[in-house]
């Protein structure tokens, strides 16, 4: 697998060395790429996090064993994605894509964040891929 990524980005990176714009582009910037636009399963499971307004401040002591957690579910392919998303400010909340209903739910029962109020709520979604790239 290592050798056909390696093959695909390399000759993606030789194609657009000669392009204008070659300079801004690097083989780790499009292997992230690659790797970001890979084919999404059918149905991904949705948590949506609310937060506290003042998540900045009293996260700390809690937002390592929080991205550790989401890590280690990355590493079991059972997490896809996280993070969070704001209104041009401050964090509002989060949503992370599961592959299933049980991953999401073990996530919320062992997140620190929530543990410790951080997470004012949440919800699960389950989220039909129609269309994708």
């Known amino acids: 697998m290592f050798n056909l990524v390696k093959s695909l980005t390399t000759a993606a990176f030789v194609t657009l060395s000669s392009h204008p714009f070659g300079s801004y582009y690097s083989t780790s910037r499009l292997f992230r790429t690659t790797t970001i636009m890979s084919a999404l399963p059918d ?3 949705v948590l949506e996090y609310a ?3 003042d998540v900045l401040e009293k996260r700390g002591p809690y937002r390592a064993e929080h991205l550790e957690l989401a890590q280690s579910l990355i590493a079991q ?3 896809l994605a996280g993070g969070p ?12 894509w599961f592959t299933s209903d049980e991953a999401a739910r073990e996530f919320v ?10 997470v004012t709520g949440h919800k699960i979604y ?3 891929v129609v269309v994708q790239k």
């Open 43 to 45: 149905k991904i499971t």
């Open 51 to 53: 937060y506290v307004p």
């Open 77 to 79: 392919d059972r997490c």
């Open 85 to 96: 998303f704001t209104d041009g400010g401050s964090p509002l909340g989060a949503y992370f």
């Open 109 to 118: 029962a062992k997140d620190p964040y929530v543990a410790n109020g951080i």
């Open 126 to 128: 389950e989220w039909s």
